[in-house]
């Protein structure tokens, strides 16, 4: 049912929730374990090519490599005078948690501002990736941040890339943030002043700024990795990665590949959007898979402007407030509830998760006509091993007599030569090869050092573990708020976590102005009862082990309790903070 237009406000979307009281087993015990000892046997063949977990990427793009990081949307560098000067809220980046923050932040009355972003303008995520199809997986309704502030209703119910980015540009105009931006510079250094309580900023511009608060808004998906492939540099044709996309060479239109024979190396979110037009533009197209990505229905429809037209104000706090909200449970269902075991609970999520599975591979068999080719699209892995994906173009590009898959079941490709890719002995001869591998995840401190009140370097601090108060505070670090990173809550929607996190941001500086504290800094005890509550919730399941490599468990180093999210809920992570 078309939800969005039949009601004034209807519920958020809700993303990998299975509700265990009303699931009932469709089938016998024995068929869902014969499942899960599948996804077991997946599992452990993608575990037995990789051992290296997440050593087998590099986002060192430097060297041989530094073509695929160059900026191809930002034109000349723009010669300026290096700066040299103080403001009070420095951004470690131009996306969207800078900009919500920044949103935040004004309505307390800060003027002083300033955004320091490596490329020409703000947006982040949705500047960088301008891949044909880029589009949010998230209901617009739901991703957009300030909308109500905005006054702006998204035109469709999934919004594609260019809509975001015009959307980020709009806020930034509205709160005066183009006004102390730098563009095209990146923040190397970042070290705190004691004796001033200034955090002291360095960029590969040879500025030299200070700051009272610094908010390291770098992005949890901002630098691109590689597959460590054998003989990648060797490739003699041309070569981009996804979020630095080759229009001059492709066209606008991908024209340009009408002649050209292209590869494209994974299968996740990014190759899942890009492939459709691929396949179409291209005069053939080579897909190289190791794990298949989940694919569910998008349906997709242009906002009702009668729909649009009848929002009362605040509608969109109203719908986040709702995401917030317990589920209303009546008496009988909280007792059904209570006298459920936990293994039980269990075995109802799993099973109901596999009914979920086993119909996106129904749907493969549905869509896709050669019967190998569906069979290899299936993923055999729990729903939200992976990130997962909702396109109704995907599947059918496969029924393209111009695409082919190659299957390479879970080794992934490991040699590439000057021609192009070698798998089991064939060799794929390109004209473009293009790296859809995707990012770097939630580290902090991309590209730039930061060093805190006794020198320490943060990723010092950080080598037995990371250690933060609600994934934003690190004790030892005064002023300096991170966002998007570990130990903080996932979030399908990311912007609601972001939102959260500038909220809360924004609510302390605002009481250090208020207060005339120079500085705030979370106490060691606080940050051991973070690390701890972090530590507690994530061992409470084994999903890190049980899922298939990926970036959500680390591609498979199961060990890493601490550097990860807090899985205490949403709700939870709301409260304390
Ligand atoms: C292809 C793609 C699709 C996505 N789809 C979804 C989706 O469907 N739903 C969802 O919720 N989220 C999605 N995301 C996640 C998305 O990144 C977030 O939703 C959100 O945009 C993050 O905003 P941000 O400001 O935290 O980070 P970003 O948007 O990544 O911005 C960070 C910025 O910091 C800059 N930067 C980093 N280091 C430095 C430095 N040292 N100096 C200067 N600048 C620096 C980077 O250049 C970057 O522009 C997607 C991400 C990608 C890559």
Known sequence: MNMEKSKDLPQPQVIGAFDVLSSKA?????????????????????????????????????????????????????????????????????????????????????????????GADVGGTWYWNRYPGVACDVVAYDYLPLLDEMDYVPKDHYAKGPEIYAHCQAIAKKYHLYELATFQTTVTSTVWDEAEEMWNIITDRGDQMKARFVICANGTLSKPKLAKIN?????????????????????????????????????????????????????????????????????????????????????????????????????????????????????????????????????????????????????????????????????????????????????????????????????????????????????????????????????????EGIRTLVGIHSQGYPNLFIMGGYQASFQFNLTDMLQTQGDHIAACIDYARRHGYQSLDATAEAEEWWVQEVITHRGKTTRNQECTPGYYNFEGESNRRQDGNYNGGFRQYFTHI
């Open 26 to 118: 469709a089938k016998p015990q024995a068929y869902y374990d014969r499942i899960k000892q599948k996804f077991a046997a997946e599992r452990d063949l993608r575990l037995h090519y990789r051992p290296e977990g997440t050593a087998q990427y590099t986002s060192d793009l430097t060297g041989a490599l530094a073509k695929y990081a160059v900026d191809p949307y930002g034109g000349e560098i723009t010669l300026r005078e290096a700066i040299n000067d103080t403001v009070e809220c420095l951004f470690i980046g131009g996306g969207f948690s800078a900009l919500l923050t920044s949103a935040r932040l004004r309505e307390y009355g800060v003027e002083s501002i300033r955004i320091v972003e490596r």
């Open 231 to 463: 003989g990648l540099e060797s490739f003699k044709g041309h070569s981009f990665h996804t979020s630095r996309w080759d229009y001059d060479y492709t066209k606008a239109d991908l024209s340009g590949l009408a002649d050209k024979v292209v590869g494209i190396i994974g299968t996740g979110a990014t190759a899942v959007q890009a492939i459709p037009g691929l396949g179409a533009a291209s005069k053939e197209l080579y897909v190289f898979q190791r794990t298949p990505s989940s694919i569910d229905i998008r349906n997709d429809w242009p906002t009702d402007p009668n729909w649009a037209r009848k929002l009362p104000p605040g509608w969109q706090a109203k719908r986040r407030a709702r995401a917030l909200m317990d589920p209303q449970l009546t008496a009988e269902q909280k007792a059904k509830q209570a006298a459920m075991s936990r293994e039980e609970k269990i075995r109802r999520q799993e099973n109901a998760n596999i009914d979920y599975m086993m119909r996106i591979h129904q749907r493969i068999d549905e869509i896709v006509k050669d019967k190998a080719t569906a069979e290899a699209l299936k993923p055999w892995y729990m729903f939200m091993c992976k990130r997962p994906c909702f396109h109704d173009d995907y599947l059918p590009a496969f029924n393209r007599p111009n695409v082919h898959l190659v299957d390479t079941k879970g080794k992934g490709i490991t040699e590439i030569t000057e021609k192009g890719p070698v798998f089991e002995g064939k060799q794929y001869e390109l004209d473009v090869l293009i790296y859809a591998t995707g990012f770097e995840v939630q580290k902090t401190g991309i590209y730039n050092q930061i060093k805190g009140a006794n020198g320490l370097d943060l990723n010092e601090k950080y080598r």
